[in-house]
């Protein structure tokens, strides 16, 4: 991949796909809502630091804009931008909106500005999404997160459905645990399921690695932790007996809890 860009690329998974990216000679447009963040990263690799919120169409645009107007194009695009509050049926209307700007309509703001650049142009695209493997199951503690990250994998299986013979490949990263700051607050907060994921967490740097074999093929999901397939395999058997273990995973939580 000669053009790169990565959204929310600051930190965590996004920056060490930023850093693979530009370690094998691709230049490379690090985007993030925090500034300072972008620039420190784009000027670690030599990259372009590109500012901006991934759930803004506007400034969606105008990255994919600079993308053309500085490398002439894009191969690769990851859509990495998330974000995870815990939460529930109680959870304010706010909270759900911003879960589903981000982790939901950031990706569809990005196809809105590619595709048309993108379909019937010779050479195949690639866009990744990270999901989360709360997108293939759930995520006990956050509802907005489990529910957005469904939304997210539908989303991609959309779009690979619907524009697979016209040079798009799209793969959706569905990674369990990875220590990034997003699993740290989890931690902080007493999640219990952060907890258990930070059991078997990968470092951001060995899912990049992970991203970097899966480019090499097209297979639609991205699974670094590959137990994953297995559970996915279980809730897709039988559905009952799966939801009845995570019901009981949940009552051992709240236990513990008290």
Not at 154 to 178: D, F, M, S
Request: aromatic share 6%.
């Amino acid at each position: 991949m000669k053009r790169v860009v990565v959204t929310g690329a600051g930190g965590g998974i996004g920056a060490a796909l930023a850093r693979r990216f530009a370690a094998q000679g691709a230049e490379v447009i690090v985007n993030d809502l925090d500034p300072a963040a972008a620039e420190a990263v784009a000027s670690e690799i030599g990259g372009l630091p590109v500012p901006g919120d991934a759930a803004n169409e506007d400034d969606t645009r105008r990255l994919i804009d600079t993308a053309w107007a500085e490398l002439g194009g894009v191969d690769l695009f990851c859509a990495n931008a998330g974000v995870l509050s815990a939460g529930d049926e109680t959870t304010p209307d706010e909270v759900w909106t911003r879960d589903f700007a981000v982790n939901v309509m950031s990706h569809v703001y990005v196809t809105r500005a590619l595709l048309p650049r993108w379909l019937d142009q010779g050479e195949p695209k690639r866009l990744v999404i990270t999901v989360s493997a709360a997108g293939l199951l759930s995520l006990l503690g956050s509802a907005p997160y489990a529910v957005t990250k469904h939304a997210a994998l539908a989303y991609a299986e959309w779009l690979r459905a619907t524009y697979g013979h016209r040079g798009l490949i799209v793969q959706a990263l569905c990674p369990q645990g990875v220590r990034t700051d997003m699993l740290t607050r989890g931690s902080a907060q007493g999640s219990a399921s952060a907890n258990l994921l930070a059991e078997s967490a990968l470092e951001p740097d060995v899912v990049a690695a992970k991203v970097g074999e899966a480019l090499e093929g097209d297979s639609f999901l991205i699974l670094p932790h590959p137990e994953v397939a297995e559970f996915y395999r279980l809730r897709a058997a039988d559905t009952d007996r799966w939801l009845g273990g995570m019901n009981k995973m949940q009552r051992a939580f709240e236990g513990g809890a008290r």
